[in-house]
């Protein structure tokens, strides 16, 4: 059985007040109400990982993820982080390839590859994102599109590292605008990868790779996406900013 995730990727949001606030909430509202056998994480900004972590990992019940890493190792590379400081704070997983990463900070296909080995190499389980913009999905490429991100990036890792990772399936526009991908969609898309990965890797691999799904996902839409079968949970960014949404979704599966 693969896993289930939730994960909540709170981008630049929040004071430390209220990050060590939401992530009391979560955890709380989680040991009234059960969460099932969902493995649920939490992105907070870099400032917030040790203290948020601290919260979120004292009983045992959340993980910690960052939401990006150096590709180097250590050293004069002022403003970045490396997978070793991240390691050091308790975070086990870390986001790579997020659409706002690759458009906004000009990461390409071969610093993703990187920013994975670096994580893995310190035991971090990358997070790695794809998904395509709308121009590609009304011109019936997507699938092309995201066959070629797995390809530049995912494909050149090891077996024993591809085994480390987890997908989440972004379609751009639907990320932040309340437009979410049918269910459908998603499975569609999340089907396709999972053979593309059963190409890259092998088919045992892939079946037991978790896809998540992300882009205006909500409390009321959580349950027929996490239906599908090849979405195995959720990437989740406006809607983990609330608690009780967040929890909503997780309790959806
Ligand atoms: P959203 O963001 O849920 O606000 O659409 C998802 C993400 O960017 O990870």
């Known amino acids: 059985m693969r896993k289930k995730i939730v ?34 994480i939490v992105t907070p900004p870099f400032p917030y990982l040790q203290s948020v972590g601290k919260l979120a990992q004292g009983n045992g019940n959340l993980l910690l993820a960052a939401q990006n890493v150096s590709e ?9 982080v490396s ?27 071969q610093t993703l590859y990187k920013k994975m080995k670096a994580a893995l190499a310190q035991g971090i389980k990358p997070i790695f994102c794809c998904g395509e913009p709308l121009e590609e999905r009304d011109a019936d490429r997507h699938f092309e599109y995201v066959g070629q991100q797995l390809k530049d990036s995912v494909s ?76 195995d949970g959720g990437l989740i960014g406006g809607a983990s900013l609330k608690s009780r949404d967040f929890t909503d979704i997780i309790k959806s599966f």
């Open 7 to 40: 994960a909540g990727n709170w981008k630049m949001n929040k004071t430390y007040e209220e990050a060590l606030s939401l992530v009391s909430e979560i955890d709380n509202m989680l040991q009234d109400e059960g969460r099932g056998d969902v493995t649920v």
């Open 72 to 80: 180097h190792e250590s050293g004069a590379y002022t403003g970045e």
């Open 83 to 109: 997978a070793a400081m991240l390691k050091s704070v308790g975070v086990e997983y870390v986001l790579v390839g997020h659409s706002e990463r690759r458009q906004y900070h000009h990461e390409d296909a």
């Open 156 to 231: 050149y890792l090891s077996n024993e590292e591809f085994d480390q990772i987890v997908i989440a399936y972004e379609p751009i526009w639907a990320i932040g605008t309340g437009r979410t991908a049918s269910s459908q969609q998603a499975q569609e898309m999340h089907a396709y990868i999972r053979e593309q990965l059963s190409r890259m890797f092998d088919a045992e691999a892939a079946f037991n790779c978790t896809i998540l799904y992300g882009g205006s996902a909500n409390p009321g839409n959580a349950k027929e996406l996490f239906s599908q079968a090849d979405v």
